[in-house]
Nanobody, 125 residues
Framework: VQLQASGGGLVQVGGSLRLSCAASGRTFNRYSMGWFRQAPGKEREFVCA????????YCDNSVKGRFTISRNNAENTLYLQMNSLKQEDTAVYYC???????????????????WGQGTQVTVSS
C-alpha cells in the first residue's frame, strides 16, 4: 500500500480543514490507520487512529472534541476533519498504516510501517 496525504494549508485560528489520505492497492480495508503530526523541533506525535472497519476510533486528548478521524474503504481514503483549529495545531500531518493490526490500533508511531509524505497545516492568529 502507498499513501498520499493532501488537504493541508493556511487557516486562521478557529477555522477548519479536512485532510485526506488516498491509499493505493486493494488492501486498505485490512489495516488500522492513523494520523500523526510533527511540529518544528518536536517529535512526531499521535493524533488519531481508527480500526480497519472504522468502527473503533480514538483521538489524543489534545484534539479530542475538535478533530474527527474517518475512513471510506470503498474509496480507499482516510480523513481527518479538523475544527476549532489552534496555533499549536501547526505541524506537518502524516497518515500511516499499521499492517499488523485491523480491529485494534496503536498510539505508538513505531507500530506503523507505511507512511504518507505529509501535508503542512499552518494555523495563524
Amino acid at each position: 500500500v502507498q499513501l498520499q496525504a493532501s488537504g493541508g494549508g493556511l487557516v486562521q485560528v478557529g477555522g477548519s480543514l479536512r485532510l485526506s489520505c488516498a491509499a493505493s492497492g486493494r488492501t486498505f480495508n485490512r489495516y488500522s490507520m492513523g494520523w500523526f503530526r510533527q511540529a518544528p523541533g518536536k517529535e512526531r506525535e499521535f493524533v488519531c487512529a481508527t480500526s480497519s472497519s472504522g468502527d473503533s476510533k480514538y483521538c489524543d486528548n489534545s484534539v479530542k472534541g475538535r478533530f474527527t478521524i474517518s475512513r471510506n474503504n470503498a474509496e480507499n481514503t482516510l480523513y481527518l476533519q479538523m475544527n476549532s483549529l489552534k496555533q499549536e495545531d501547526t505541524a506537518v500531518y502524516y497518515c500511516a498504516a499499521d499492517r499488523t493490526r485491523n480491529e485494534y490500533f496503536s498510539r505508538n508511531r513505531r507500530s506503523y510501517d507505511v507512511w504518507g509524505q505529509g501535508t503542512q497545516v499552518t494555523v495563524s492568529s
